[in-house]
């Protein structure tokens, strides 16, 4: 052994006889180097460059683990230029121990993006089952006011998406309020802390509509907008939501759920908001063409009664009495002569009618001597075999009625019977 160290006969450090740094560091080297090369999967979470060589960092997709990495420049060379921090990428790695500093890196040998097409079909497969549940239908997606009092906002702290909406909502309508929910837009917390981000400001009586906002970014960055978990939150919001995410063509699956889907931060406010000084223009036009269409209404009224008046029908009222009064003397002498004629003949026929009556009545047969002979009974005495001697009778006369007796009778024989 070096500086001849007795050591241990078994071959390992002890107190009495303990092992240089470099013996160990050595030893490290050798055991890592060993391990070989592997193809590992994670996120770059760090990339810079130094020299022409990438130092970095690769974190795990789901557990809390990173592991430093190294490129050097002649493996940069043959690796895609389009990697960056944020991508999803699968590597070959060696462990490297570097004696020197004490410190072991994963020197890439190759690395590459992974999962975009795996990625890809779980995304369909989550809308298409989105879909067939009804949560892209137009009839579910709620208008959004006119002119909101309070817009809820949902974006980065300090990030460019922010600053786009509140610059372009206030230009466009300057009194207009913002409720702001900072939260990440990228990474293992963005979908938690969205999700409660719009629960808050769901649940806020105040806000008239919610915009998640985020600037443009690579596809993986944006796959936080197509979790389920946060879809199905934006689903059961109660609030207007508008889906302000990425440039015009990115579109996360959150941009079919909610009610409004904005292709940039600046769109949404100005499909959010309406524009003050064009909502006045319009005003002022309604205003020009509503007077307008009365003073054309009114003239054609006035000229309209003006042609009435003119008429000769209206020019005077003497017309209406002159044209019928000779009509009108007609009619009255045709009706009084019709009515003395009417007269006349019912004073006639009322005549006639009262000769018959006489005539026929019994009082002008009493008048020329006859009486009417009634029995004890009051019946009338048609026979004289209906009254027996000594029977009592009631004469009626002409001018009144007497009482006698019946002496005796004597029968009639009538001709032509």
Not at 270 to 299: F, N, S, W, Y
Request: net charge neutral.
């Amino acid at each position: 052994m070096p500086g001849g160290l007795v050591t241990d006969p078994t071959g390992l450090p002890t107190a009495d006889a303990p092992w240089p740094v470099a013996v160990l560091a050595e030893k490290i080297k050798g055991w890592i180097d060993r391990l070989g090369t592997a193809w590992v999967e994670g996120e770059i979470t760090q990339w810079g460059v130094s020299g022409g060589n990438v130092y970095g960092k690769l974190k795990d997709l789901e557990a809390d683990a990173t592991v430093g990495f190294t490129i050097w420049s002649s493996v940069r060379s043959k690796l895609p230029d389009d990697l960056k921090q944020g991508d999803r990428v699968v590597a070959l790695l060696k462990p490297n121990y570097w004696v020197k500093g004490g410190t072991l890196s994963m020197q890439v040998f190759e690395m590459r993006h992974v999962g975009i097409g795996d990625l890809l079909e779980r995304l369909e497969k989550l809308r298409q089952k989105l879909q067939a549940e009804g949560l892209f239908d137009a009839d579910r997606k709620k208008r959004l006011p006119f002119l909101p009092h309070c817009i809820g906002l949902i974006t980065g702290k300090d990030s460019d998406a922010e600053k786009d909406v509140l610059r372009n909502a206030q230009l466009r309508w300057p009194s207009v309020a913002f409720r702001v929910q900072h939260a990440a837009v990228q990474g293992d917390r963005a979908v938690g802390e969205v999700t409660a981000a719009l629960a808050r400001l769901d649940a806020d009586p105040d806000v008239d509509v919610i915009i998640i906002a985020r600037g443009g970014g690579d596809f993986q960055n944006l796959l936080v907008f197509s979790d389920e978990t946060l879809l199905r939150a934006a689903a059961a919001c109660t609030t207007p939501l508008v889906s302000a995410i990425g440039h015009e063509a990115d579109r996360p699956l959150l941009d079919d759920i909610a009610d409004l889907r904005a292709s940039t931060p600046t769109d949404a406010a100005k499909r959010v908001v309406p524009d003050v000084a064009e909502e006045l223009g319009r005003v002022q036009q309604a205003r020009v063409r509503i007077g307008a269409r009365m003073t054309g209404l009114i003239t054609a009224e006035i000229d309209r009664i003006g042609q009435l008046r003119s008429r000769p029908v209206l020019a005077g009222s003497s017309w209406i009495v002159d044209e019928r009064s000779d009509e009108l003397t007609r009619w009255v002498a045709r009706g009084a002569e019709l009515v003395d004629r009417a007269l006349e003949r019912a004073t006639t026929s009322v005549a006639e009618l009262a000769g018959q009556l006489r005539s026929l009545s019994p009082q002008r047969t009493l008048d020329r001597g006859y009486a009417i002979a009634q029995l004890p009974g009051g019946a009338v005495l048609r026979s004289s075999a209906d009254a027996a001697p000594g029977t009592r009778l009631l004469l009626t006369l002409a001018d009144g009625s007497v009482g006698t007796t019946v002496d005796s009778t004597k029968t009639t024989v009538q001709k032509g019977r």
